[in-house]
Each structure stands twice: as C-alpha cells, then as structure tokens.
C-alpha cells in the first residue's frame, strides 16, 4: 500500500505541471484569437480553463504516461489544438503570430512562476517541501521543453505558424500545406530518424540538440533573472 501511495505522490509531481501546461498553452491561444476577432474557440467552450476540455486522449495521456513507465529522460505531452479560423484575424498577419506566440509564451510564464514560487513559498514539512520542489522543477523543466519545441519553424506547430504569417506569400503558400504533414514530418525527423540511425549504431539525438539543449539554456537564463 505504501508503494502504492508513494507512485500516486510521485505521479503527481508530473500530472499537475502536465495539465497545466497544456490546458494554459491552449486556452492562451483561444483567448489570443478572440483579443483578434475570432470566438470560434470561445463558441466551443475551449476557453475554459477545465482541463478535461483540452485533454486529448493520446496527446495529454497516453504519451506522458509511457514516458513515465518508461522512465524516459523527459516528459512530452499536448492537448487538443485550439480551433482558431485565421481568416477572420485582424490584422491577419499579426493576428497569426500573436496566436501562434500565446501558447508558448504561456509556457515561458509558467516556467517563471515555478521559479518563483521555488523561492519564495514559505517553508511547510520536510515531505511537503520535498513534494513541492520536485513538483516546481519538473514544472520548470516541462514548460521550457514545451515552449522551446513548440517555437520549431515546421507547420503546424506555433513556430511554424509564425514563420508562415512573416513569410512571402508564395513561401507561405507552401508552409501552409504543410499542416496537414508537418507533425509526420516532425515525429519522424525527431523520433523516428534517431531510433533507426541508432540500430545502425549511429548516434544522432536530434531532439536533444533541438529542443533539449536549447531548453536547458532558457532554463539557466530564466533562473539567473528570476531566482
């Protein structure tokens, strides 16, 4: 029983930075869009701050928790895309990338806030302490990685949102097509290419160079600011 509850505690620490990243992430981007002049996610309840509403099945659970039960060196997670019809942003192209920057820059808040609670919440039990600080870590940690991967230029993802918005319109054109092909593309640049150069005893961690290292960077910079 006591193994039990000890997992439940050590879950927790994951489950709760989890669900507010991407709960926050998204409801950052639907309230983005109607500051522009689009309610579609407000028409559809996604900006609630609920988590249920945002939850995707696979993206926000079954994921994170295969990393978990796998120890994986990091923890990756999404929830249900925003709904948001571009076409009714004004302006357009500004409107684009101040949604596209909302999500990410949740993250970047979020990961702040978790520094700052790491120095000023008042002390409680050792065990309470000891709960809090490895919940705030992981928080930071998650956070950074998110906003970081989330920024890459490739369609869909936010990045890639606002490289199409700053783009010429023949550039844009094609980076638009990509959004139905660019999370394959992604996942196999990210996960897949590695997993394969690596039976070929090629070692190649292309989300190490672009997503971790970078997010160990913006987590030193944030705490020489913040801490």
């Given amino acids: 029983m006591n193994d039990i509850i000890e997992l439940i505690v050590s879950a927790t620490t994951w489950i709760i930075p989890v669900l507010l990243a991407v709960t926050l992430h998204e409801a950052a981007h639907g309230f983005a869009a109607k500051l522009f002049g689009d309610d579609t996610a407000q028409r559809m309840g996604r900006l609630s701050l609920n988590p249920i509403r945002h939850i995707?099945?696979?993206?926000?659970?079954?994921?994170?928790?295969?990393?978990?039960?796998?120890?994986?060196?990091?923890?990756?997670?999404?929830?249900?895309?925003?709904?948001?019809?571009?076409?009714?942003?004004?302006?357009?192209?500004?409107?684009?990338?101040?949604?596209?920057?909302?999500?990410?820059a949740?993250?970047?808040?979020?990961?702040?806030?978790?520094?700052?609670?790491?120095?000023?919440?008042?002390?409680?039990?050792?065990?309470?302490?000891?709960?809090?600080?490895?919940?705030?870590?992981?928080?930071?940690?998650l956070n950074c990685i998110l906003a970081v991967f989330n920024m890459l230029p490739i369609p869909p993802l936010d990045g890639g949102r606002v490289l199409t918005a700053i783009s010429p319109m023949p550039i844009a054109r094609v980076l638009a097509r990509m959004e139905k092909t660019g999370m394959i593309i992604l996942i196999g640049l990210v996960f897949l290419l590695p997993f394969v150069t690596t039976q070929l005893g090629i070692h190649l961690p292309i989300f190490q160079w672009l997503v971790l290292e970078p997010a160990n960077a913006l987590v030193r910079l944030l705490a020489d600011i913040f801490a």
Avoid at 61 to 88: D, M, N, S
Avoid at 113 to 138: G, R
């Fill in 56 to 104: 995707d099945p696979v993206g926000t659970i079954l994921i994170p928790a295969l990393l978990l039960v796998t120890a994986a060196p990091f923890l990756f997670g999404y929830a249900k895309p925003v709904p948001v019809a571009f076409h009714r942003l004004h302006p357009q192209r500004l409107g684009v990338i101040c949604v596209a920057i909302a999500g990410p």
């Fill in 106 to 141: 949740t993250n970047i808040a979020l990961a702040i806030a978790s520094i700052l609670l790491l120095v000023w919440l008042p002390s409680f039990s050792p065990s309470v302490n000891d709960w809090l600080a490895t919940m705030l870590n992981q928080s930071l940690w």
